[in-house]
């Protein structure tokens, strides 16, 4: 259930972020340049193929070069400062849920890591519990067949 909510959360940060780059160009002046807004899109478009399969790194990577590309357009001059600033707080969104999403898919990922080693430890421990019973016995039945030369073994 959480990893549905983080992969809605992340849908629809990704969805604003995309939203934002699009009607950047229906504002007079030119607050985005149509070159630098499908530059931008197909980035995000990029960050979103590879957060919905689940490559959050890869997503995360991606959208740091389309956090650098939003950099360079703004410093040529291609987007208005506050159309950038728009833009880099939608990224900043967007990076945060990769961010928890990460770090969710990791510590999932490092518990199941704990629950194999203990189940592991658990199996070993009871191979060496059946093979000390089994040693025992087969002492038992070794010290059973002594010949204690008329005496009593006990003594």
Same mark, same amino acid.
């Given at each position: 259930?959480?990893?549905?909510?983080?992969?809605?959360?992340? #849908?629809?940060? !990704?969805?604003?972020? !995309?939203?934002?780059?699009?009607?950047?160009?229906?504002?007079?002046?030119?607050?985005?340049? +149509?070159?630098?807004?499908?530059?931008?899109?197909? /980035?995000?478009?990029?960050?979103?193929?590879?957060?919905?399969? /689940?490559?959050?790194?890869?997503?995360?990577?991606?959208?740091? !070069?389309?956090?650098?590309?939003?950099?360079?357009?703004?410093?040529?001059?291609?987007?208005?400062?506050?159309? #950038?600033?728009?833009?880099?707080?939608?990224?900043?969104?967007?990076? &945060?849920?990769? !961010?928890?999403?990460?770090?969710?898919?990791?510590?999932?990922?490092?518990?199941?890591?704990?629950?194999?080693?203990?189940?592991?430890?658990?199996? +070993?421990?009871?191979?060496?519990?059946?093979?000390?019973?089994?040693?025992?016995?087969?002492?038992?039945?070794?010290? +059973? &067949?002594?010949?204690?030369? /008329?005496?009593?073994?006990?003594?």
């Amino acid at each position: 259930m959480t990893r549905i909510r983080a992969r809605f959360a992340l #849908a629809l940060a !990704t969805l604003s972020l !995309t939203a934002i780059a699009l009607t950047a160009c229906a504002g007079t002046p030119v607050q985005l340049e +149509q070159s630098a807004a499908e530059q931008l899109q197909a /980035g995000i478009a990029e960050v979103t193929t590879s957060a919905a399969s /689940g490559d959050l790194n890869s997503a995360q990577t991606q959208l740091d !070069t389309v956090q650098d590309q939003l950099r360079t357009l703004a410093a040529s001059g291609q987007m208005t400062a506050e159309r #950038a600033s728009d833009i880099q707080s939608a990224i900043s969104l967007v990076s &945060g849920d990769l !961010t928890e999403a990460i770090d969710a898919a990791n510590a999932a990922a490092d518990a199941a890591a704990a629950a194999d080693a203990r189940a592991a430890a658990a199996a +070993q421990a009871k191979a060496d519990a059946r093979a000390a019973a089994e040693a025992a016995a087969e002492a038992a039945k070794r010290d +059973q &067949g002594k010949d204690c030369k /008329g005496k009593d073994c006990n003594d």
